[in-house]
């Protein structure tokens, strides 16, 4: 559990603020940008959804839980050590991408085919779901970039490609079963 009894703590005025496992670092660092941009895009979907159906809405929480998760994998750096620390750091999971994946397949089996490439709105809740999408590419850029020269856990990087492309489908699914979507004419204003 945790308490937070005092928001401002005065230790990070130095333009460094601490990781998971206790070290510090600055606020620039590459992995400090892929946690903060999960937790920007767990923010996003606050916003998206205020426009959610319930049944959307059920899973839209459950995917800002699991940002949560993501954000606490991410900050921590240690994973050689992982066995050896007083308590399992949180990890995604593999069986959370496969949760995403057979969502997924469940929201798309209900919609045509794209014909055509779509462009992001339509309905406020596909246009703050589309936001959600390109957030969570930039988070999963960050999250592969830091990957390429520190440990980064594969499955929160796995998470985060599925979890783009459940934005999109999900879009799909609030733009009337993908009905209002706003197709791209190629070179219409030419």
Known sequence: MVVLNKIYTRTGDAGETALGDGSRVAKHTLRVAAYGTSDELNCTLGVARLHAPDDLDKALSRIQNDLFDLGADLCRPDMDRDAQADYPPLRVSDSQVVRLETEIDTMNSDLDPLRS????????????????RTVARRAERLAVELAGTEPVNPAAVKYLNRLSDWFFVAARTANDGGKADVLWVPGANR
């Open 117 to 132: 490439f779509i462009l992001p709105g339509g309905t406020p809740l596909a246009a703050h779901l589309h936001v959600c």
